[in-house]
């Protein structure tokens, strides 16, 4: 293909677009204002007809810049797919004739938005290039998997079924982990009303028989580099001994610890043996095979036992955990049965605050526990003594009950064994700390990590792996390694084989992505990384601090240097350079910067004033397509364009904005916190905290601080998204239009 840049734009007049904007007045534009070297029309560009027009051009040569003026980009991806070209999309339907009214007195603005969509993208299409894989790495089809326990027994063999080489991992002598030392499990088919065998053992036989599996037991990890589809580990042995391995992508499924009861001292764990914890008694009910559960003390058979529920969980206490398990009142309705089956005559007592049975087997299982004999007692339990009198108030006769029992056994929760957080004892978004009275984690580092943001994943406020919990589940700050099972949230079973399972699919997507020199996520398939000007770098180190991903590291002289498969194209590093010279060939200060200046700004007289909005392309810019299609309308000043992440809006694009003559800026990102929903973790809350700086600009061109707004958007926000664009132009109408006018 030539060098020589061939704008082409591709004008479509279906969806109601021909009957509401005069078209010839269009392809003057993509012409005579847009530079474009010629501009087709179709009825239906989406059809097979309007497909093959286009990729007929390409064919010919007559384009390598493809510019489709039609509906929004989140539209007909699969029909506009073209390789070897550069792509935008002018959204004409939900941008234009679907949030303006179809009356007379709108037909200019209205005409007039269509004017500057397609200017702007073609001035973003002159300033894109044609992304092409970096060439890296080589396809690398073997994972990593860290964890013996069923979520990493699970990965693996899921993996190696799928025809992937794995190397699994695991601390201990044996597989199996937790679920190796359950007596049964709690049910996982109907009719859910008996405890069930766990399965462990099958399922550790068909990952020793496997061909694609390499165990390595009693074994670490001594460090971990590089980047997906070229990580290099060295495996630690008992003995010292390492081993390197070449891994495209690694599944840590390190699993979690037992809440140490010690820190509820008021339940007296420790001063008698007959209070156990729900692991515990585990082990009693595996001895007994069967057979009389006996009491630790003097071996004698449990004829009454009382469960206490949610011990030392949800709670604020120091030392307590701040959160809930979830999983206890189930564990303890399988392990009441037990008793019903095996102590004949037993009194079981399950005594719960908030009684929690989800899945599947919820219900069942709780009304099978009824229907057995267990009695559920609505409780707050305050103390448990040395000699078994289980105090508590009863919730709902509201007074204070004893009873005394043969066993006691605590429901205790879930401690991730994440390894050390690298972003320990930060200020959080607000400014807390981290959980002050949370527990201590552990201090031993799982993966050994060669990243200069630290060793171990990072983590969310209770000391579980991060994750996009709505989004991304499995995909942690660290591109190729995958979080599954209770090292990322407290979960069951079936809960830990379902995510050990989505776990493997993103692990396998990511390496295979990585060997073709794509994204994995959440811009899949994205050929471009970032480009660096190095002679234009003053080393302020902004965007080796700031991406959330550990994808840039410095070399020798302090230059950053970036690990293309390790990147999200988010462009956080583009928004965080002072300088401006970080870029991606398809996404660059320039390519947005461009379209900012081809809207034709009016001039004061006309009084017409441009509202610029930034909106996320993962959930604003949704959001207010959405909203287009449910006809809500919002201001004809508006200009919208879309950015990967508001992180990547860089503070040039505002003061060119407001330079040029805009009169409002409003920026539309994803929620924040710890909570967050930003596809790109940290995006949202960088782009907050520069922009709370921008008012310093504002006073230096004498302009008011309410002409820039910054908000976080749901992607449900369809009503409010729109609100807050006409709310910015009724702020404009009362402070009045910029001074900047010319």
Same mark, same amino acid.
């Given at each position: ?354 009684? =929690? ?130 090292? =990322? ?254």
């Amino acid at each position: 293909m030539s060098d020589e840049m061939k704008i082409g734009v591709y004008l479509c007049t279906g969806c109601g677009i021909g009957d509401r904007l005069d078209t010839k007045r269009l392809e003057m534009t993509a012409t005579r204002d847009g530079k474009a070297g010629f501009c087709r029309a179709s009825d239906f560009l989406c059809s097979r007809a309007g497909v093959e027009m286009i990729q007929q051009d390409i064919d010919k040569g007559e384009v390598n810049h493809v510019v489709i003026a039609a509906c929004s980009r989140r539209s007909k991806n699969e029909a506009f797919r073209f390789e070897s070209v550069a792509l935008t999309r002018a959204n004409l339907r939900e941008g234009v004739i679907w949030i303006r009214p179809d009356d007379e007195e709108s037909t200019e603005t209205t005409q007039e938005m269509a004017d500057d969509y397609l200017r702007m993208a073609c001035a973003e299409s002159k300033y894109s290039k044609i992304p092409e894989p970096s060439g890296e790495q080589p396809l690398n089809k073997t994972l990593l998997v860290v964890g013996g326990g069923i979520t990493g027994l699970t990965s693996a063999l899921e993996s190696a079924k799928a025809g992937y080489r794995v190397e699994l991992v695991e601390k201990s002598g044996q597989l199996g982990g937790w679920v190796g030392q359950l007596y049964k499990r709690t049910p996982s088919r109907s009719p859910y009303a008996q405890p069930a065998d766990t399965g462990i053992d099958a399922l550790i036989d068909s990952v020793n028989a496997h061909e694609n599996i390499n165990l390595h037991l009693n074994c670490t990890l001594a460090s971990t580099s590089g980047a997906p589809g070229r990580f290099k580990v060295e495996i630690a042995t008992e003995s010292g001994v390492g081993k390197c391995i070449e891994v495209g992508a690694i599944v840590q499924a390190s699993g979690f610890k037992l809440y140490d009861p010690g820190n509820i001292p008021e339940f007296s764990h420790h001063k008698s043996a007959d209070i156990v914890t729900n692991m515990e008694l585990e082990a009693l009910a595996r001895a007994a095979n069967g057979g009389t559960i006996n009491r630790p003390s003097d071996n004698s058979p449990v004829n009454s036992v009382v469960f206490v529920q949610n011990a030392g969980q949800n709670s604020t206490q120091k030392g307590h955990l701040p959160y809930h398990s979830g999983v206890g009142d189930m564990v303890s309705i399988k392990q009441s049965m037990y008793f019903k089956t095996a102590n004949e005559g037993c009194d079981t007592t399950i005594i719960y605050n908030d009684l =929690r049975t989800p899945g599947a087997a919820g219900e069942d299982f709780y009304r099978a526990g009824q229907q057995a004999g267990i009695n559920f007692t609505k409780g707050q339990v305050f103390e448990v003594s040395s000699d078994l009198e289980v105090k508590f108030r009863d919730l709902i006769l509201d007074e204070e009950v004893v009873l005394q029992a043969d066993l006691v056994v605590l429901d205790i929760g879930m401690v991730p064994n994440s390894g050390p957080d690298p972003h320990a004892g930060e200020a959080r978004d607000g400014g807390d700390q981290a959980q002050p009275n949370a527990p201590e984690l552990s201090v031993e580092s799982i993966l050994k990590l060669d990243y200069r943001q630290g060793t171990d994943l990072p983590h969310l406020k209770h000391g579980f792996t991060d994750s996009h919990f709505i989004c991304f589940p499995y995909e942690t700050r660290r591109t190729g390694i995958y979080a599954a099972g209770p090292v =990322r949230r407290p979960m069951d079973i079936q809960q830990a084989v379902e995510d050990a399972t989505g776990a493997a699919m993103k692990a396998i997507q990511a390496l295979e992505n990585a060997g073709k020199g794509r994204a994995a996520h959440p811009r899949s398939g994205d050929l471009s990384f970032p480009i660096f000007r190095r002679e234009g770098c003053t080393q302020c180190k902004r965007c080796t601090v700031e991406c959330p991903f550990g994808a840039i590291d410095e070399d020798e002289k302090r230059y950053p240097v970036f690990n293309e498969s390790r990147c999200r194209r988010c462009g956080v590093c583009m928004g965080a350079c002072p300088v401006r010279v970080i870029s991606f060939e398809n996404y660059s200060v320039d390519t947005v910067g461009q379209q900012i200046k081809n809207v034709d700004i009016p001039d004061e007289f006309d009084e017409k004033p441009r509202i610029l909005v930034l909106a996320c392309e993962n959930d604003a810019y949704p959001a207010l397509d959405m909203a287009a299609q449910n006809r809500i309308g919002y201001s004809a000043f508006a200009r919208v364009v879309p950015v990967r992440c508001l992180g990547s809006v860089n503070t040039i694009w505002i003061t060119d904005a407001l330079n040029s003559g805009y009169d409002a800026v409003v920026l539309m990102g994803c929620q924040k916190g710890d909570d967050y929903q930003c596809h790109f973790v940290k995006g949202s809350e960088l782009a907050h905290e520069r922009m709370s700086k921008i008012a310093d600009t504002l006073e230096t061109l004498s302009l008011e601080a309410e002409r820039v707004a910054t908000y976080e958007v749901a992607i449900t926000d369809i009503h409010r998204a729109p609100q807050l664009i006409n709310d910015m132009a009724d702020t404009i109408e009362k402070i009045g239009m910029s001074p900047f006018k010319f």
